[in-house]
């Protein structure tokens, strides 16, 4: 299956018209992608924006840094695979001894001693930023059912880094249910202590779909440049570069 998603991955990016400016977004299902924006963005004001922000009022400070380096630590082991398949074994071999220090020292990562020892920080390595090392396309822009801002790349990307992280394989029910549990409310946390800076791009930007995209893609193609300056760079980061990368998912 994976073989398969690589395969479509590498072969089927949508390639823009040579006259294309390359530092925009191609965003040829923009028609599409605006119902699917409005879809997101009704879902986010319904449920997903009340529900961040009950939790980040609910949840004392201390535990939801706690759950959020737990969270971290668990997906390392997924970075440190998709290190060695871009063949950064500098970045794998940092990521592990983080991974080992805070799951042993750290409690399983609700601690974080590997930077009081300045240790490297984590490389959150992907599986997108692996099809780009390969010389796979970005593709067109696509904004996901409530995952949100994505493009071809990036949505094989996504769908093969659910197999990439070694403790889905390790962990027994219900262990197995703990990075996912974490992820969910690490997200939910990180959308309620951002919420005014994503509510700014939501609700009170004249034209939300266009600066989430924008947002998205100038931060995304810093990440897989691997933060050097460039056409793809950008000075800031954005509420979609934290937690779960996208409001759809915090």
Same mark, same amino acid.
């Given at each position: 299956?994976?073989?398969?998603?690589?395969?479509?991955?590498?072969?089927?990016?949508?390639? =823009?018209?040579?006259?294309?400016?390359?530092?925009?977004?191609?965003?040829?299902?923009?028609?599409?992608?605006?119902?699917?924006?409005?879809?997101?963005?009704?879902?986010?004001?319904?449920?997903?924006?009340?529900?961040?922000?009950?939790?980040?009022?609910?949840?004392?400070?201390?535990?939801?840094?706690?759950?959020?380096?737990?969270?971290?630590?668990?997906?390392? =082991?997924?970075?440190?695979?998709?290190?060695?398949?871009?063949?950064?074994?500098?970045?794998?071999?940092?990521?592990?001894?983080?991974? /080992?220090?805070?799951?042993?020292?750290?409690?399983?990562?609700?601690?974080? =001693?590997?930077?009081?020892?300045?240790?490297?920080?984590?490389?959150?390595?992907?599986?997108?930023?692996?099809?780009?090392?390969?010389?796979?396309?970005?593709?067109?822009?696509?904004?996901?059912?409530l995952l949100g801002p994505s493009?071809?790349?990036?949505?094989?990307?996504?769908?093969?880094?659910?197999?990439?992280?070694?403790?889905s394989y390790w962990l027994e029910?219900?262990?197995?249910?703990?990075?996912?549990?974490?992820?969910?409310?690490?997200?939910?946390?990180?959308?309620?202590?951002?919420?005014?800076?994503?509510?700014?791009? /939501?609700?009170?930007?004249?034209?939300?779909?266009?600066?989430?995209?924008? /947002?998205?893609?100038?931060?995304?193609?810093?990440?897989?440049?691997?933060?050097?300056?460039?056409?793809?760079?950008?000075?800031?980061?954005?509420?979609?570069?934290?937690?779960?990368?996208?409001?759809?998912?915090?």
């Amino acid at each position: 299956m994976i073989s398969l998603l690589l395969v479509a991955g590498l072969g089927a990016c949508a390639k =823009p018209p040579a006259t294309h400016p390359t530092d925009a977004a191609y965003d040829p299902y923009e028609a599409s992608n605006r119902k699917v924006h409005a879809f997101n963005r009704s879902l986010d004001r319904s449920v997903v924006r009340p529900a961040g922000r009950g939790y980040a009022a609910f949840m004392p400070d201390d535990i939801e840094d706690g759950i959020g380096r737990f969270a971290d630590n668990l997906s390392i =082991p997924s970075a440190v695979v998709n290190n060695i398949l871009q063949g950064n074994m500098k970045g794998a071999t940092e990521d592990t001894y983080r991974f /080992l220090v805070n799951s042993t020292l750290g409690l399983l990562g609700f601690f974080d =001693p590997a930077t009081e020892l300045n240790m490297p920080a984590a490389t959150d390595a992907d599986f997108g930023q692996t099809l780009h090392v390969w010389g796979a396309r970005e593709g067109a822009y696509i904004e996901l059912p409530l995952l949100g801002p994505s493009t071809e790349r990036d949505t094989v990307g996504r769908v093969v880094d659910l197999f990439t992280n070694p403790l889905s394989y390790w962990l027994e029910d219900p262990e197995s249910y703990y990075p996912t549990a974490a992820a969910i409310s690490s997200g939910l946390s990180n959308r309620g202590r951002y919420s005014a800076t994503i509510d700014s791009i /939501l609700y009170e930007s004249a034209d939300s779909y266009a600066q989430a995209r924008s /947002l998205y893609i100038q931060n995304r193609r810093f990440k897989v440049e691997g933060g050097t300056a460039g056409a793809y760079s950008d000075p800031y980061d954005s509420p979609y570069t934290d937690g779960l990368e996208d409001p759809y998912d915090q």
